[in-house]
């Protein structure tokens, strides 16, 4: 018999309550994969009135993973080190993206420019509609090659960053850390229509520059300068991420991708040119990552695209079973969603 409507809607309020229990109340999971033939210390660095997370750096060696949680609200930074030392009789330091620490942990301190960075504002930050807004930003220059991947989210969820090594194409003006780095021309120059200040802090009056515009054309998905949002901030819904530094070339690629060149005129003039291959996408500076929508595996669509128990459950239409026995199926359902949040808690990836 078809179960009465009052238990029917509880039922479908609650399936729903849980859902939303279990991704805006524990936010989204950071996952950090190392892909460089060296070792990278990230440093995490919360907004004001973000919490802290489980820590502010660490050292991540090549080819392994790391991951944490951060709760809805929470808004920050993450970017990579490289050539740490941190010697146990005293501070140490990094070639690149140093945090001014003196050691492992950054301890509520930023990257010093130049550094690839990973902005995130998970829910909205206030405004936002639930979204997660996040971004690669060049604005402070580059330090190493980095993607921001989302999965189990919905919405566009497009992948964003910079695989192409700008440290081969940067103009000379601009090179430091004996070629280690990529530094902005706000960095380097200090003048107000390189850096949107004063008079030129306004989208109207700061344009982009022709470094900024070198940036921008190999690594077309990334921030090149304070006022290209439109084309560097993108958005996802109950998502989780991953950093990967030194992103590896897609596989169906037929033969390496060729470096982009950078030539300087007589004039001081800076051009690039762009030698991608085709069947690469020109967003990402050479690499095929792309939009990748909401995932298709996640469970919840699984169950409730081919017409499962759980389908019937949430819309009232099973004939077969009673409102008793939909409880005990909302019991499993309960403890279910208790052990993913749990697991994301703790942080391991193995305990469902």
């Not at 750096?57 to 490289?82: I, V, Y």
């Amino acid at each position: 018999m078809d179960l009465p409507f009052s238990c029917s809607a509880f039922l479908f309020s609650c399936f729903i309550s849980l859902i939303i229990f279990s991704t805006v109340a524990f936010g989204a999971t950071f996952t950090f994969v190392n892909k460089c033939e060296y070792t990278v210390w990230p440093g995490l660095l919360a907004n004001a009135g973000s919490p802290r997370l489980d820590t502010t750096g660490f050292e991540l060696p090549q080819d392994s993973t790391r991951s944490f949680t951060a709760p809805t609200g929470w808004s920050g930074r993450f970017w990579g080190r490289t050539g740490c030392t941190f010697p146990s009789s005293g501070p140490g330091s990094c070639r690149t993206g140093d945090c001014g620490s003196g050691e492992t942990e950054c301890n509520g301190s930023g990257a010093a420019p130049p550094a690839t960075l990973a902005e995130f504002t998970l829910g909205g930050g206030g405004g936002g509609g639930g979204l997660d807004f996040y971004d690669v930003s060049l604005v402070d220059g580059y330090n190493l090659p980095m993607i921001v991947e989302a999965s189990g989210g919905s919405g566009m969820c497009a992948s964003t960053g910079c695989v192409t090594d700008l440290n081969r194409v940067c103009p000379a003006e601009l090179r430091v850390k004996g070629g280690e780095a990529c530094t902005s021309a706000c960095e380097a120059f200090g003048s107000p229509e390189y850096c949107c200040s004063g008079a030129f802090n306004s989208p109207a009056a700061c344009r982009p520059s022709v470094y900024s515009q070198m940036f921008k054309t190999v690594c077309p998905r990334s921030y090149s300068y304070a006022y290209d949002d439109p084309t560097s901030t993108f958005t996802c819904s109950a998502a989780d991420y991953t950093i990967t530094f030194c992103p590896s070339m897609p596989s169906q690629k037929s033969s390496k991708e060729p470096t982009p060149t950078a030539t300087t005129t007589g004039s001081g003039a800076t051009t690039i040119t762009d030698a991608s291959q085709s069947g690469s996408d020109p967003n990402m500076g050479g690499s095929s990552f792309g939009v990748t929508g909401s995932v298709p595996g996640s469970g919840s669509q699984e169950m409730m695209g081919d017409g499962s128990w759980l389908a019937g459950l949430a819309m009232g239409n099973s004939a077969r079973v009673s409102c008793g026995t939909h409880f005990l199926y909302l019991n499993f359902l309960f403890l279910g969603f208790a052990a993913l949040s749990l697991s994301r808690i703790l942080g391991s990836p193995t305990f469902l």
